[in-house]
């Protein structure tokens, strides 16, 4: 089964990049699976990091992932003929012919509730 695997938060020295990379090993070290990984123009953590940027270059970063998740991740399964596409994060394509999976494992708003804008959730 051939999977692409969008790994654009590997970058990202701790938390969800440190889930991304050892989920990636082992996915990759099953010999059933055939994991491709998505080729993304996005720049790992540097486009979360909304607090610094301005609303011009919040709405580029929006309009970046849209991109991402509503193009490029299911033209690439397409054209790398993959069964599947995985994103190990909360967000991932919301159409195409490929069947997509996310992985919902963000429990900050539980553990951290203090920390987080009222009006993010």
Known sequence: MGVLYDDFLAANPAGTGTFVRG????????????LVTGRSHLNGTSELDVGAKRMLGRAGAAASHLRHYLRDLPADARN?????????????PLRGGTPSYITVFDLSPLTHAGT?????G
């Not at 989920?23 to 055939?34: D, F, T, V, Y």
């Not at 790398?80 to 991932?92: H, K």
């Not at 987080?116 to 993010?120: E, M, T």
């Open 116 to 120: 987080l804008d009222r009006s993010s």
């Open 23 to 34: 989920l990636r090993a082992a996915l990759a070290a099953r010999p059933a699976i055939e």
């Open 80 to 92: 790398q003929r993959c069964d599947a596409i995985f994103c190990p994060t909360s967000l991932g």
